[in-house]
C-alpha cells in the first residue's frame, strides 16, 4: 500500500519534472501532465524492477519515471497532432 502511494507521489513529481525538461508547447492542462507522470512513475518502476535493473525504492526508480513520462508525453503528443 505504502510502496502505490509513494509511486504515486513520484509520478507527480516526475510529470511536472518530464514537462519541464520535453520541449515544446504541449497545451495540456497540469492534470493530464500529473496522470501521464503517474502513469510514466508504474510502467518505468514496475517494468524496470521485473528486468532486475534496480529494485523498488531505489533513486534510480525516479529518473526511470522521470524517463517514462518523458516517453508518455511524446506519444501523447503523436496521438493528438493526428
Do not use: N
Request: hydrophobic letters at 60%; a positive charge; proline letters at 2%.
Amino acid at each position: 500500500m505504502m510502496s502505490i502511494i509513494g509511486t504515486l507521489f513520484i509520478g507527480l513529481i516526475a510529470g511536472f519534472v518530464a514537462r519541464a525538461i520535453k520541449p515544446g508547447d504541449d497545451g495540456m492542462g497540469w492534470i493530464m501532465t500529473a496522470v501521464l507522470g503517474v502513469a510514466g512513475a508504474f510502467v518505468a518502476g514496475y517494468l524496470g524492477a521485473a528486468l532486475g535493473l534496480y529494485q523498488q525504492g531505489e533513486p534510480v526508480g525516479f529518473l526511470a519515471s522521470v524517463v517514462g513520462a518523458i516517453i508518455l508525453l511524446l506519444i501523447y503528443g503523436f496521438i493528438k497532432k493526428k
